[in-house]
């Protein structure tokens, strides 16, 4: 249950001076739905105005207040705006200009022969300083005599808007929410804030909205959620570490047989992690483990490998998929090469019906499936296991925590569970988001492994492109084209993702006919999976897709990729689009098709993707190019990104919230210690509760 003392944060908008229901809906659509939704959405910036006593006093550009008269309206007609010609003190002209349907209404608050003090900013036209739009107008006293300026500027926040909801509302709000904050006990470290010079909660979140240079404020604030993230992984991974597992230590034969079968030898990275795991299943508590793996280097034997010492134990196995079609991958894998070994492999996804179903279903309950592979089919009510050891979560972060515990779930005792990545995530990230997670890393790949040749290539070439496409075609090999996503309220020239794809499929059908296959986020998951199986078995030579590719696609005969408009992609999503390529023994080709107009960062972007293809490398670019929330991507359940912290504070503060958090548990006593009534309402505050809870209950 939320502390009383928080009550008033967690009011609806609603309650705050002037939010009716048509101002709480404008809210909604930036985030906004209780008190403490206004106060942690920080400004994006401040602006300054400056008060003046003249107009000989300013440029154009300036911010600038003063005074002036009015001397004649002209009103708006056609597309023409309304127009108020006014004079400062020293009787130098300046024009305020009103657009839109309400222009006239506005210049009615700028009575001719007043004196009235405008706000905003001074643009020139035709060699005439104009205001569009004043910022404030108020009508000063007739009896006053001239203004000088003020003695310092009026400094102004600037919130995110949106349609109908102005600056001076979005001001208003915050101020209305700062009234309502409660006096809140410290949670910090009182030696922390005394070295780092950082105010109490409440002062740090007001100067935070007020002052531009409160850089130490703000720094509060971003270890606060830091704290807060890094405190809920502590106590999860404290509660996990508390529950009890029997050790699955194993014999050998399994996996000595296993490797014995491969024509390869494993890396010094795949037996440093292999060893990692089997330590960890070996202990009497149960593994939570991230494995990050790049591009190719063999994360499914690792995985494998970890299936069969849970074999050896006598438990059962299950691998999470996100999409049937790599989960089907992945059994086709793990088939070759458990083939030949006494391991009973099933597979169940949301397609599987009726009396197939039922009889996979029947043979998992009495323990005559070892390894379960599937997708989240695998964790549904129905479905029971006979003792479930060991789960295998692969593409980890398109599962939120409360569906991979759902899998957890699934065993008298709690299973040991290892998630895997194919994107490489940066040590302070995997910090902040994994916290509860021990991290183990295949940083090596398979030799024999060939790199992909990497070229940027003018849009404008696009003609040389398909014609070398339509060679790469007739030799028999296989090709990727890659369209951008193109997010709602986009800017781009194509409507949606779905059109972007359509259009360019159609247009490569007319050149090659029924051998091009499409896929796309919209369509049926039924119509996708048969389009990407077409790809699979060569009867479609090439595949036009969205990102829907970036993972889970293993095709070896692939060996060239078209990414159109790769200015728009993230260094981390080109390198995963990338390696759907070179994953055979034959030299493959990445074309990224950029547009004629690049930002240096997007410039910098293809230059690293050229020059490198490690995966952590070009994780640490793509976090200091676009930062942790473009990183990250879409929020999870019960897995959130950053609200306050930016990727710098992020990369100064999260040591120290870990090691902070550490010593809260270990040795202040944890939530019933003397700092845990306080740590309890950060928690809530930053909405880490529910991460808790569901990581708790079960």
């Given amino acids: 249950m939320r502390p009383a003392l928080l009550n008033p944060l967690f009011a609806d908008v609603t309650s705050l001076p002037g939010v009716g229901p048509r101002v709480a809906q404008r809210l909604e659509r930036l985030g906004i739905t209780r008190v403490r939704d206004v106060l942690l959405q920080l400004p994006t910036g401040f602006r300054t105005t400056r008060a003046i006593g003249g107009l000989a006093e300013a440029n154009p550009g300036d911010r600038v207040s003063l005074a002036v008269e009015i001397v004649q309206h002209r009103e708006a007609h056609g597309r023409a705006p309304a127009r108020a010609s006014a004079l400062d003190a020293a009787g130098r002209p300046l024009a305020i200009l009103f657009f839109g349907g309400q222009a006239n209404r506005m210049l009615a608050r700028l009575p001719v022969g007043r004196r009235v003090r405008v706000s905003g900013q001074l643009d020139s036209w035709n060699d005439q300083l104009q205001m569009v739009h004043p910022d404030q107008v108020a009508l000063l006293d007739p009896l006053a005599g001239p203004e000088a300026g003020s003695a310092g500027p009026e400094v102004e926040p600037s919130y995110p808007l949106t349609e109908g909801l102005t600056r001076r509302a979005r001001i208003e709000l915050v101020r209305h929410a700062l009234d309502r904050l409660p006096p809140l006990p410290e949670w910090q470290e009182p030696t922390l804030l005394s070295r780092n010079g950082w105010p109490a909660f409440a002062e740090a979140l007001r100067a935070a909205h007020s002052d531009p240079e409160a850089d130490a404020a703000r720094d509060r604030l971003a270890h606060d959620e830091l704290l807060a993230g890094q405190l809920a992984w502590a106590l999860v991974r404290a509660r996990h570490r508390r529950r009890a597992r029997r050790p699955l230590p194993g014999d050998g034969r399994l996996t000595a047989a296993l490797e014995a079968k491969l024509p390869f030898a494993l890396t010094s990275a795949q037996r440093r992690v292999v060893g990692e795991i089997h330590a960890d299943l070996a202990r009497p508590e149960a593994m939570l483990r991230l494995l990050q793996g790049d591009v190719g280097s063999g994360k499914t034997l690792v995985a494998a490998l970890a299936l069969a010492r849970a074999c050896e134990a006598g438990v059962q196995g299950a691998f999470l998929a996100p999409t049937e079609l790599l989960a089907r991958q992945h059994l086709a894998t793990l088939e070759s090469l458990f083939a030949g070994l006494p391991v009973r492999i099933g597979f169940l996804s949301g397609r599987e019906k009726g009396r197939a179903r039922d009889h996979v279903l029947a043979a998992l309950a009495e323990g ?23 789960a295998i979560v692969d593409e980890q972060h398109r599962f939120g925590v409360a569906q991979r515990l759902l899998l957890q779930r699934k065993a008298g005792q709690p299973p040991h569970l290892l998630v895997m990545t194919a994107t490489p995530i940066p040590r302070t ?76 499929a159609a247009m490569l059908r007319e050149r090659f006919g029924e051998t091009v296959a499409l896929v796309h986020g919209r369509m049926p998951g039924p119509a996708r999976d048969a389009a990407l199986a077409r790809f699979v078995a060569g009867e479609a ?62 410039r910098a972007r293809l230059s690293m993707l050229r020059s490198t293809d490690d995966g952590f490398a070009i994780a640490e670019a793509d976090l200091r190019l676009r930062g942790p929330g473009e990183l990250l991507g ?35 006593g944890g ?21 808790v809870r569901t990581l708790h209950s079960g």
Avoid: N
């Fill in 671 to 691: 939530l019933s210690g003397p700092r845990g009534e306080a740590a309890r309402l950060l928690l809530y505050l930053f909405d880490r509760d529910a991460a």
């Fill in 634 to 668: 879409t929020r999870q359940a019960g897995e959130q990104g950053f609200l306050l912290a930016t990727e710098a504070q992020v990369a100064r503060l999260i040591a120290a919230a870990d090691a902070d958090a550490r010593l809260l548990l270990e040795r202040d």
């Fill in 429 to 504: 990230l995997a910090l902040a988001t994994h916290g509860a997670l021990e991290v183990s890393v295949l940083d090596e790949r398979p030799p024999g492994r060939l790199p992909v040749d990497t070229r940027v290539i003018a849009a404008a070439r696009i003609g040389e492109v398909i014609d070398g496409l339509a060679r790469h075609l007739a030799a028999g090999r296989r090709a990727y084209w890659v369209c951008p996503l193109v997010e709602d309220g986009s800017d781009s020239p194509e409507p949606d993702e779905q059109a972007a794809a359509v259009s360019r």
């Fill in 541 to 602: 030579r090439l595949l036009v897709a969205t990102t829907v590719i970036e993972v889970g696609v293993d095709v070896p005969e692939a060996t060239l990729i078209v990414i159109e408009a790769a200015e728009r992609f993230g260094l981390a999503q080109l390198h995963q689009l990338r390696g759907r390529v070179g994953r055979g023994r034959e030299k493959s080709v990445c074309i990224l098709l950029a547009g004629p107009r690049l930002s240096e960062t997007a």
């Fill in 368 to 390: 005559a499936i070892d390894i379960l592979v599937g997708t989240h089919a695998i964790f549904q009510e129905q479905v029971a296991y006979r003792d479930l050891g060991l």
